[in-house]
């Protein structure tokens, strides 16, 4: 059971547009929570973490967390076509040292 | 920045034999460990060490073994490969906390026959 779900599976956006993206746990025991981004014939490289309730913004990203409902969000403003990619929702347990991913989520800017 | 490399690059195997990932860290991490990336799946935890002489089972562990015989080095073994295990092996290393991050290398990729 994947307890890491990520939405959509794939997702196109101009150039200069807002991509969005949705990560939803199903363990309570989840409290750290990171953004991965894997460029096509590379590895993952991580983008953002967020550990508290609220908003947490690193030039154009901008993450999410509530975790009460256990969603965690991620928007990239003004998107550029190197920001395609797929991208990864991960998280870990507070006495955790490794960490769950979710399936991801593929990002086409088209110019 | 963090560094972890992994070879080979490429691999094909022949069902029933056997295979050994190489992974090499040079961020003094104490945690390593090995995915396989499946389209639909995501990444998949395989196994993973706390540190030299250790190794752990993750969510996926079977058909594969691992050694960490040192700081630095961890590798993935398939004893006997089979064509399922045809996949693209991250290995990653990290710090001992749950808040700490990733490093990934460029991934290894295999074909078994």
């Known amino acids: 059971q994947q307890k890491v779900q990520q939405s959509p599976e794939s997702l196109s956006v101009p150039e200069g547009g807002m991509a969005s993206f949705n990560c939803t746990s199903s363990d309570r025991n989840f409290q750290y929570f990171w953004w991965y981004r894997q460029h096509s014939g590379e590895g993952p490289k991580a983008l953002m973490?967020?550990?508290?309730?609220g908003d947490k913004k690193e030039g154009r990203f901008t993450a999410h967390l509530n975790k009460a409902s256990l969603h965690v969000s991620l928007h990239i403003r003004d998107s550029q076509p190197s920001d395609s990619a797929l991208y990864f929702c991960a998280a870990s347990e507070n006495s955790g040292t490794y960490q769950r991913f979710g399936t991801g989520t593929k990002l086409q800017v088209v110019p | 920045e963090a560094a972890v490399t992994q070879s080979p690059r490429n691999k094909v195997a022949v069902t029933g034999g056997k295979v050994t990932l190489s992974c090499n860290q040079t961020?003094?991490?104490?945690?390593m460990y090995w995915y396989r990336q499946d389209t639909g799946h995501g990444l998949r935890l395989i196994h993973y060490?706390?540190?030299?002489?250790?190794?752990e089972k993750g969510d996926i562990p079977d058909g594969y073994k691992a050694s960490r015989p040192s700081q630095e080095n961890f590798s993935l073994i398939l004893e006997l490969a089979t064509p399922s295990q045809t996949s693209v092996y991250f290995c990653?290393?990290?710090?001992?906390?749950?808040?700490?991050?990733?490093?990934f290398g460029p991934g290894t990729r295999l074909l078994v026959l």
């Open positions: 973490s967020i550990f508290s309730d």
């Open positions: 961020n003094n991490h104490n945690n």
């Open positions: 990653a290393s990290g710090g001992t906390g749950g808040q700490d991050t990733q490093y």
């Open positions: 060490s706390y540190g030299a002489g250790s190794t």
